[in-house]
């Protein structure tokens, strides 16, 4: 099982990026696909989560409106794209890929970091 994310860098506020989540090893399509992050000090918090399907996805307070995730099946991969980002975007990010009473598989992470 593998879960690589990439995409995270250092950007300015107000800028963009865009997180990817390359899976191999499970049933992608099966699978809830979620982004969660961590600041350093903080406990790691639900960024966003995209049902199978794809159909229906739910966003952590602090993002909503900002960043918007999204799967490709085809390509067993998920994608977190962030507008407006925030000094408080800061931490690391990452994939997760969950399915009730079978799996929850985490990737290694990826930093974003937002500063001038």
């Known amino acids: 099982v593998q879960l690589v994310e990439s995409g995270g860098g250092l950007v300015q506020p107000g800028g963009s990026l865009r997180l990817s989540c390359a899976a191999s090893?499970?049933?992608?399509?099966?699978?809830?696909m979620s982004w969660y992050r961590q600041a350093p000090g903080k406990e790691r918090e639900l960024v966003a989560s995209?049902?199978?399907?794809?159909?229906?996805?739910n966003y952590g307070d602090s993002v909503k409106g900002r960043f918007t995730i999204s799967r490709d099946n085809a390509k067993n991969t998920v994608y977190l794209q962030m507008n407006s980002l925030k000094p408080e975007d800061t931490g690391v990010y990452y994939c997760n890929a969950k399915r009730l009473l079978s799996y929850d598989y985490w990737g290694q992470g990826t930093q974003v970091t937002v500063s001038s």
């Open positions: 995209i049902l199978s399907g794809g159909g229906s996805a």
């Open positions: 090893g499970f049933t992608f399509s099966s699978s809830r």
